[in-house]
């Protein structure tokens, strides 16, 4: 599969538990920090249209995990994302291990934005992401 965006990571041993794998809960850290840098490199900055009252939310998680891993493992999330709804888009999100190229997770985050009123609604910024 073509990605629109890889980022590397190499886990660290305060992300482990007592088994010395990553937590569970630390996969949606790598996750998350993807996705900010690739809207960073599609040059839309998350901090920008949070002072323009224009909030990105997460509304729905859905992540397999598949194999674990332990600290020192070198790593990668490829990225990609797809418009879902009028108002909603989803990144889909591969985790590999080096060198082996082993997936280790996989997951959908679907997420909206919410201008100041709360209300969904999807950025000029955000929709320019899609291919029409």
Known sequence: MDYAFRLDFK???YECDMQGLVNNGVYQNYLEHA????LLASGINFAQLAKANINLIVV???LHYRFPLKSGD???VDLNVRRSS??????IQDVYRYPDD???MNATITGTAINEKGRPMLPDEIA????E
């Open 11 to 13: 886990v660290r041993d």
């Open 35 to 38: 996705r900010h840098e690739f």
């Open 60 to 62: 729905k998680a859905e």
């Open 74 to 76: 070198n790593f990668r």
């Open 86 to 91: 009028k108002i909603r888009f989803e990144f």
């Open 102 to 104: 082993k997936l280790i």
């Open 128 to 131: 320019g992401l899609f291919p």
